[in-house]
């Protein structure tokens, strides 16, 4: 999702989710400081109404069933 502010295309929630993201990869895993991001992450996503995460680039398509015939 991304913000309509006019400031370019900015994620929504993004900058939450990246350090979410970087935290589970940390060695050691500090489980405390991954359950914060989460908190933070989840109070941004329901500020700001978001539905869905996507990634750039992913196809937004829906998939179809493979229609060949035997």
């Not at 060695?27 to 109070?43: D, I, V």
């Not at 109404?49 to 398509?61: E, I, N, W, Y």
Request: proline share 3%.
């Amino acid at each position: 999702m991304e913000s309509g502010n006019g400031k370019g295309k900015e994620a929504v929630c993004g900058e939450e989710a990246l350090q979410l993201l970087n935290c589970v990869t940390e060695t050691p895993f500090n489980q405390e400081k991954c359950q914060h991001l989460l908190h933070s992450l989840r109070q941004c996503v329901l500020a700001k109404k978001v539905k869905k995460f996507s990634l750039a680039g992913q196809d937004q398509q829906e998939t179809k069933p493979n229609s060949k015939k035997a």
